[in-house]
Structure formats: structure tokens, C-alpha cells
């Protein structure tokens, strides 16, 4: 063993696992030196999940994030001579058509995002996996990228690390805990063991179950934790002896059943001759704190495994019996099976980026073995570049607040999120059940007694619609149609189109407190903004206005969308729920790198918001306004701030609309915001709920939303948000900005497509939720443009103003033509589509008062 060291330039925590492994082999294929790995247990692990994963990956998500990653690792896997490509099987049982329904939907997810998934009869899902009953079976996915890292990721990690130290780039140390971080102004300078303390620019913890014990020394947490996952072995089971193989049959999964199984191979090989059954306990999982892992020496199996008892699965075992007789023929091996301890999220993903409060310290937690290596990818080219290929918001640690960091929350969340690790099917729209009621915003009891229909984001309360306003069906009924398909209809409340159309008729009131919010001050606060926004900050004529920008990266990607106050001694940043707390950190981290004297405070529960939109926004406004001649149209420009008051109190109103209908955002501190609401309750104006703003009124109007239809993979002219002239001042991404500007076409557009026909087989009416692959309509295959990007919906809504239903898109050239027919898919079924608008084209204009056709 080499001599510790006493430098590095990055010390990976947890490198004996695969997931620690595979950032220390891209981190020396992106051309990094000098690091240093280390690990509580043996190298490769033999504490650790990656022991004793199963090891099992299938191409079937509905995320893009985890479809790419996925795909990535069973590459990466395969070209190491580590993967058995035997296909894996979902299956749907006899009588079961709500997972059919599920497995519908992970075909066309599938389609979406490069999965080779497909639809089969039982009777071919028997013939591939023989230890299936065939009339418990009612069709099954097939997915023939599926398959096992072979002979066990444990192998795969010791051989990353074996290969890492001969490259004489990567030195890597067993038996070797983290005892504390070394953390001084804010950054970390390296890491304590018993052996001696590394210095080091980067730290990098992968310590998977764990982690958040690592992030306690950083003064902070991790919403993961790590749950019990019962694992079971039967045999002897001697299909496949002399084989030499370690799988034989396909996977299957049998998720209405919250289970899977498979066989172990050769019984000559590490664990062959038997049957693997595991279950994932959907009713009381068995939750585990990482405090409450024990060492090495104190545990019976591992620090990562726990006794199990047959009687905790016999509910689901019985099941399975049903499905695979073979689980009843033959003896369980007691001696093998065990408890083994998996992570799951509290907010449905990874947790991988820097620290909120320590820069140079980095998380990769949360990860399973089928995304390991594609997470490695990630991180050393985040780490090398400041940026990954793909979007990778939905697993950056900053986008956390700090409430979701909180011990309680994150029990809540995970054990809600232990649950459904394989059943039920997730609806898109379902909210969290656990952890609510977080942050409530000034008309919470208001909104509460107009019968409310509330989901969350970003911790607030938001009503979608208001039992109160039913009486709006007697008049619009007509124009909103019923949802006879339950998926369609979930979590969805038809008073709320109702709503929206009173509201264009008349005027309404929408709540809008889940905004993000922080001040930038300081005496670089303005140059700052300048840097990191492509519209044009700076100047006198700016003062007093709102300015709609976005940021980019390095590759002049969209990386954030929001609107600056420019006030005379701040820039007020108002930003949305979801992605305000990633933004917040980087305007800090910006500030820090590049030595810009300014200052970022969130002030996201010190302000509220209300809409007032509407025709008859501004006559209503004046009722209650002091001085009601500010508000016309005169007086009161598109775009502009104007400090107003209304029932006594301070109110900075911004001209602008996200609906289209005239009107303002009226912005107030929070213990001021209830008088302002009672004041405009008072004149009769309807409130209306936030389904109106999200989604309806904003598909109609062809509004782009951050994390959604805004992703950095795309450019701001494939978006078609860049502003006709590039600003003059430099600012990130500037130099690609520019390269993009001058193609004579871009490779992709985001395109507004409508439904021109929504009937399913069974003559019912569909009103989509979720992701849908846009296919060519004679080849029924997904588009595809010349960067290798696939054509999805990235929004999708019924807008009740043009009477159908939606979608947001990026089209590849040479199909981002206005009335080009195309088709999407949605349960397994197309319906034709037409693109109705290229770029930027609202369906309604609110000024001509009547919709496109």
C-alpha cells in the first residue's frame, strides 16, 4: 500500500462503491490527477448497498433524467464485458387493467426518451421467463435492454479501482473513515482520518447510505434514508448448471405485486442454483436513520443488512406464488436472505451537486447501481466543465430549501417515498400526501373557507381551483368538458377552467405567494445581473422597470428564467417555486467566484403576491387604489413598477401578465397582503385558482415554463425568447449566444401543437397529463433531430378559451412548420396533432378578444 498522503486535489469519500468508483474513473477520463479515494470498509465495498445490490437495470422510466442515465450505465457496464443483456419483463396481471394501464404508459414514456420497450401477449411473456402461471398474466413490457451486472457491481466497482490506481492518477485507501471535514471560510480544505488529514481543493462524498452523516460535518442534511428491502432466496435450483451463465431466464418485475424475481445462474457461480425474490414493503416500510447504522464489527450480517423475518413478506410472498409456482416447490434458504438497506428520495431524485454551504464540497447520494456510472459521468463533467449535457435540475442538491432539509420533513417525505418504490403507478400530477402545510400564505384561511383545492410547491399551498365557485359550471359548463377517463381527470378540478373563463370575461384574482423571492444588493448588485442575464440590466431607463431575462451557461443554454425588479438600490429577483433555491445558490456562488461586491438575502416569506387579471382588471383596481388615475394606461406603462397603495397599505404593482389578459402583479409584504386581498374580495372579483396560471391559460397564451420547456439542452432561439439584438454588455454564454444567432436555422423550435382529434378507442374523450412522444405520422417513429434530441411534450394542458387540448414541444427543423400534421402517443395509442404555432404563438389574444382556430 502506497504511502498516505497528505494532499490531493480531490478525495472521493466511499470510493470501494460503484457509485464512488465510477466518479474516480470519469474524473480521470475528463483529465483529472492527484485523487485520492477512501472508504470505511474493504475496496470494493463489502458494507456498503453496492455488496449487495441485486444489480438489476431496465430501461423504463417516465423521467428523461433517469432513462439517460440508465441507458448510459448499461453501455458503460456492457463495455466492460459486466452485463448480461437477458431482457427483463413487467408484467400485468389477470384482471389487473390498471397496471395494463401502467405498463401503456412506460411503452410511451419509453417512446419519449429511447427506451426499446414494448407490449406483449402472456403467452410471450411465458415463453421468454417459463416459471411464469400464463393465465395470471394479462400482458406484459418487454424490455430487451434489461438486464444484470454481472458478476456483481461490487466486482465492477473493484475493477474501476484497480484500473484508476495503475493509471497512477487515483490512490485509494480501505478501512479508511471519514472522521470530520476540514472547513475553513465557508470552503472545504480537506478530510480527517484516523491515518492522517488529506488536504484538498474538492471533496466528493459517495458514501450512499452514509451520506448524510458525511453532510452533518458540513452543518447540513441530505433528504434521503436508507429502508429496508427484503430479499429472498430459494432452491436448490439447478435449470442452468453447467451453464457457466449467472442469469438465465429475463428479469421480471411483478410491481402490482411490489415485487421482482429472478434466477441466480449456474450453481457454480457466486450465488447460483437458487431463485431471487425480492419485495419492496408498500404498507409500513421499515425506515432506517444512518445514526442507527451500526460499525462492522457490531453487526450480525453487515452494517447494511438486517435480519429478516419470512413472516414481514408472507402477504407478498403468497402473491408471488400465484404468479411463479416454482417460489412454493422449492426450499427457502434462510441463511442467504436478509433485510438489505436501499436509499430512497424525499423529493423524487438524487441528491448530487455542491453544498449549500461549504463550496468545493460535492454529494452523490441517492443513486441505485443501473444510474451509477452515468452518475460519475455527470459529476466529473460538472466538475471539469460547470455543466452536463443534459438538464440536471432535478437532481441538483441547491434546489433544496432549507425546510426540505429538516430531519422531520425528510422522515415524512422518504417514508411516503418507500411506499411507492414499485406501487401503485404515480400519477404526474399526484402531490405529496406527507410533510404539508409547510408554508401557508396570508388568504391560507381565506382560500380555506372558498373550499380550496390545494396542492404544494415549494412547501406553499396553492389552491388549483375553489369549491366556492361551482356555480361557475352553470354558465361555462358547455365550454368545459368532463373527464369521463379517471387518469385524466386525477388531481384535477373542472371548476378551474370555469374559472379561467370568468376571468377573461370579467376579471379575477389569483394567488401567486409560491414565488421565489431575493434581494441582490451591494455595490456591484446591477453589474452582477448584467453578468449572468442575457437581456440588458444596466442603465438609468432600466430603473423602475421589470425585466423578463434568463441566465445561461457556458454553452449559452437556458439554465433560468425569471424577471428582475430594477429598484434604485436593489434588483429584486422574482423567480418561481421550483427553481428559486437553485437559482439563489448560484447568484451567491457567481458572486463569490467572480468578485462581485453584492449581496443575495431570500425574502421569499417577507413578500406575497396577487394577480389581477383580466378585462375589467384595471376599472376594478382603481376601486380600491388611492390614487386611481396611476393606473392608466398612460400613466402606468407595459412592463414597469409603480409603488400604489390599497386599503392602507404599501403595494408595488408590475404591469404584466402570464395569462394574457390585461393587468398587474401586485407585490406587498406579507403581514400587509390579507388587507389587500379582503379589499379586492370586497368589490366581488372572483379569485381564481392557480390551474388557470400554470397551465391552462399559459399553454394558450404558448408561455414557456423554467424546468419544463426551458431545459439546457435547448437555446434561447430554439425557445424563441432571444430578444431581436444582443445586448452590447457582456454576460455568460455571450460568445455562444451569438454563434447560435447566426445559423441560418436552428436544429430544433419549440413548437405549439393542438389535438385535432382525442377519441379513444372506446369512444371516450382524452385529455393527456404527462410526457408524450411526438411521432411521424407514417413511420410512427419518434423525431429525432440532428443533435440526437427526441421530440416530447414538454407541457401539456386543455385550454377551455380555444377548446383543446395543448402541447408544448421542440420540433426538429425540417418539421417546425405552421399545420404540419404529426402524431403523439398516450397510453399506447396515437391521436393527430398539427403544429399551430412555430415558436412563440399564442393561441388567444386577449386584445382581438377571441381565439385562434
Known amino acids: 500500500m502506497s504511502q498516505f498522503p497528505s494532499h490531493a486535489k480531490v478525495v472521493i469519500v466511499g470510493v470501494g462503491g460503484i457509485v464512488g468508483a465510477s466518479v474516480a474513473h470519469h474524473l480521470i477520463e475528463r483529465g483529472w490527477d492527484d485523487i485520492v479515494g477512501i472508504d470505511k470498509s474493504a475496496v470494493p465495498t463489502d458494507i456498503g448497498s453496492t455488496s449487495h445490490a441485486s444489480d438489476f437495470c431496465y430501461v423504463t422510466s417516465h423521467d428523461f433524467l433517469s432513462v439517460w442515465t440508465t441507458k448510459y450505465s448499461i453501455d458503460f457496464f456492457d463495455k466492460m464485458g459486466h452485463y448480461a443483456r437477458v431482457g427483463g419483463l413487467e408484467v400485468a396481471r389477470t384482471g389487473d387493467a390498471e397496471w395494463l394501464e401502467e405498463l401503456k404508459r412506460k411503452v410511451t414514456s419509453g417512446k419519449a426518451f429511447g427506451s426499446r420497450a414494448e407490449l406483449i401477449s402472456g403467452a410471450a411473456a411465458k415463453a421468454k421467463f417459463p416459471l411464469l402461471e400464463e393465465d395470471m398474466v394479462e400482458a406484459a413490457l418487454w424490455d430487451p435492454d434489461a438486464g444484470l451486472v454481472i458478476p456483481r457491481s461490487q466486482t465492477v466497482a473493484g475493477k474501476l479501482v484497480d484500473q484508476g490506481e495503475k493509471t497512477g492518477k487515483l490512490r485509494a485507501f480501505a478501512n479508511t473513515p471519514a472522521q470530520s471535514l476540514v472547513i475553513e471560510d465557508g470552503r472545504v480544505k480537506g478530510v480527517v482520518t484516523h491515518r492522517g488529514t488529506i488536504t484538498a481543493d474538492h471533496v466528493i462524498v459517495c458514501t450512499g447510505l452514509w451520506g448524510r452523516l458525511i453532510a452533518e460535518m458540513a452543518g447540513e442534511d441530505l433528504p434521503v434514508m436508507p429502508v429496508d428491502h427484503p430479499l429472498t432466496f430459494f432452491g436448490p435450483y439447478d435449470e442452468f448448471a ?44 421499515r425506515m432506517c436513520h444512518p445514526s442507527e447504522l451500526l460499525e462492522k464489527e457490531q453487526s450480525r450480517l453487515s452494517p447494511s443488512q438486517r435480519d429478516l423475518e419470512l413472516d414481514q413478506v408472507m402477504t407478498g410472498l403468497e402473491k408471488a406464488m400465484e404468479l411463479t409456482p416454482i417460489l412454493a416447490e422449492l426450499g427457502y434458504n434462510e441463511s442467504h436472505s436478509f ?41 466529473a463533467d460538472w466538475l471539469t466543465d460547470g455543466r452536463t449535457e443534459i438538464d440536471h435540475s432535478p437532481i441538483d442538491f441547491s434546489r433544496f430549501y432549507p425546510y426540505q432539509l429538516e430531519r ?16 401503485p403507478a404515480i400519477h404526474p400530477r399526484e402531490p405529496y ?62 371548476v378551474s377552467n370555469a374559472e379561467q373563463l370568468k376571468m377573461s370575461d370579467d376579471v379575477g384574482i389569483i394567488n401567486l405567494s409560491h414565488f421565489s423571492m431575493y434581494d441582490v444588493t451591494g455595490p456591484d448588485h446591477v453589474a452582477l445581473l448584467e453578468w449572468v442575464s442575457a437581456a440588458k440590466v444596466g ?5 423602475g422597470k ?49 468578485g462581485f461586491d453584492a449581496q443575495v438575502e431570500d425574502v421569499t416569506e417577507k413578500f406575497v403576491t396577487i394577480g389581477i387579471w383580466g378585462p375589467n382588471a384595471r376599472e376594478n383596481l382603481k376601486k380600491v387604489v388611492e390614487k386611481p388615475e396611476e393606473l392608466d394606461r398612460e400613466n402606468f406603462a407595459f412592463g414597469t413598477l409603480k409603488d400604489i397603495r390599497i386599503a392602507g397599505q404599501d403595494v408595488m404593482a408590475f404591469r404584466i401578465s402570464y395569462v394574457g389578459e390585461q393587468g398587474f402583479e401586485l407585490h406587498m409584504r406579507y403581514e400587509d397582503a390579507l388587507a389587500v386581498w379582503d379589499a379586492l374580495r370586497g368589490l366581488g372579483i372572483t379569485a381564481v385558482g392557480v390551474e388557470t396560471y400554470a397551465n391552462s391559460r399559459r399553454m394558450e397564451k404558448s408561455l414557456r415554463l423554467q424546468n419544463a420547456d426551458l431545459l439546457t439542452q435547448y437555446n434561447l432561439f430554439e425557445a424563441d425568447l432571444a430578444r431581436p439584438k444582443v445586448k452590447e454588455a457582456d454576460f455568460r454564454g455571450k460568445a455562444k449566444h451569438l454563434e447560435y444567432k447566426a445559423r441560418a436555422e436552428q436544429p430544433a423550435t419549440l413548437c405549439t401543437l393542438v389535438m385535432t382529434e382525442h377519441t379513444d378507442d372506446e369512444g371516450v374523450k382524452r385529455y393527456p397529463v404527462g410526457i408524450m412522444p411526438v411521432l411521424h405520422p407514417e413511420t410512427g417513429e419518434t423525431l429525432v433531430d440532428e443533435l440526437g434530441r427526441r421530440s416530447y411534450t414538454s407541457s401539456v394542458a386543455y385550454g377551455p378559451t380555444v377548446g383543446k387540448n395543448i402541447a408544448l414541444a421542440y420540433l426538429p427543423k425540417e418539421f417546425a412548420k405552421l399545420g404540419q400534421k404529426l402524431e403523439v402517443e398516450y397510453f399506447g395509442k396515437t391521436y393527430p396533432v398539427e403544429v399551430a404555432g412555430v415558436g412563440y404563438a399564442p393561441l388567444y389574444d386577449p386584445e382581438n378578444a377571441k381565439p385562434k382556430s
Not at 250 to 261: C, E, H, I, V
Not at 539 to 543: E, F, S
Not at 550 to 577: C, N, P, S, Y
Open 539 to 543: 442603465g438609468d431607463n432600466n430603473i
Open 408 to 423: 422531520d420533513f425528510i422522515d415524512a417525505r422518504c417514508t411516503e417515498a418507500a411506499k411507492k418504490i414499485y406501487w
Open 242 to 285: 453447467g451453464t457457466g451463465k449467472e442469469i438465465g431466464y429475463p428479469l421480471l418485475r411483478d410491481q402490482g405485486n411490489s415485487a421482482y424475481m429472478r434466477d441466480t445462474g449456474d450453481p457454480k457461480t457466486a450465488e447460483g442454483g437458487q431463485i431471487e425474490w425480492g419485495y419492496y414493503e408498500p404498507f409500513e416500510p
Open 546 to 594: 421589470g425585466i423578463y431575462t434568463h441566465f445561461l451557461d457556458d454553452e449559452g443554454m437556458v439554465r433560468a428564467d425569471l424577471t428582475l425588479f430594477r429598484m434604485a438600490d436593489r434588483i429584486r429577483v422574482v423567480d418561481g417555486a421550483d427553481a428559486g433555491p437553485r437559482d439563489f445558490t448560484y447568484l451567491k456562488r457567481v458572486a463569490a467566484d467572480k
Open 433 to 494: 400526501a406527507s410533510a404539508r402545510n409547510v408554508r401557508r400564505s396570508p388568504f391560507y384561511a381565506r382560500e380555506k373557507d372558498l373550499g380550496g383545492h390545494f396542492m404544494e410547491l415549494g412547501g406553499w399551498e396553492r389552491s388549483h381551483g375553489y369549491a366556492a365557485n361551482e356555480h361557475l359550471l352553470e354558465i361555462y359548463g358547455d365550454r368545459v368538458p368532463v373527464r369521463e377517463n379517471e387518469w385524466d381527470n386525477r388531481h384535477f378540478w373542472r
Open 339 to 379: 433485510n438489505g438497506l436501499l436509499q430512497v428520495s424525499a423529493a423524487g431524485g438524487a441528491s448530487v451537486g455542491e453544498s449549500q454551504k461549504v463550496r468545493g464540497l460535492w454529494y452523490c447520494v441517492g443513486i441505485w447501481v443501473k444510474d451509477a456510472p452515468a452518475y460519475g459521468k455527470l459529476v
